[in-house]
């Protein structure tokens, strides 16, 4: 049942975004059904498991109170005010929160990240590096964690999860944008990444 890994998923993103850090989504490329491109029951198949179709229509969200705008897909359930705000769509999540602190760097990143391995040992990060978005200095991690049993089947989801960590005076802002393992939402993830832009 996508609703209660998406619970999940979205309750284990809250707790991670209390550190400042940056997560990943996955690497998988797209294929096509044929020369045409995908076919449409390909596509639906694809839809159904998480994957953001390349039709998805993207809306511009504006945060006053936290300063900053960013796009993200239309029809995702919205949650959250002020400060943390949720965006999500069967195990595919963006969660958004803005916290007062310094730079972030690649070892407070990794820091961060250890401290929460020590509570969720299903943590691994893949990468973490500092990238450039827009002109300025992003600090990015890729990790993946296991979801919580879903109440009904019982089976874990692997999660991967992109953690952006933009910075502005003395603010910092964490986007994560995390999926199901074997999603491939690496294109709209990127330009998701890429809209964000301080107010």
Known sequence: MHCGRGAHLGLALLSLALVVGGCGSSKKSSSTASA???????EAQATATGDIP?????LTFRNPSGGYSIVYPEGWAK????DKTTFQDKNNVIYIAVLHGSRPTVASVEAGIARLKARTPSVKVASAQTTTI??????????????????????RVRLIVDRYAYYRAGRVALVDLGTAAG???????????????WQ
């Open 36 to 42: 045409g491109g995908e076919s449409p029951a390909a």
């Open 54 to 58: 390349d039709n998805q229509v993207f």
């Open 79 to 82: 949650k959250g005010s002020g």
């Open 134 to 155: 827009g002109g300025q200095s992003v600090v990015k991690v890729t990790y993946s964690s296991e979801s919580q049993p879903n109440p009904v089947t019982g089976k």
């Open 183 to 197: 999603v491939d939402n690496v294109d709209a993830y990127r330009m998701i990444s890429r809209s964000f832009k």
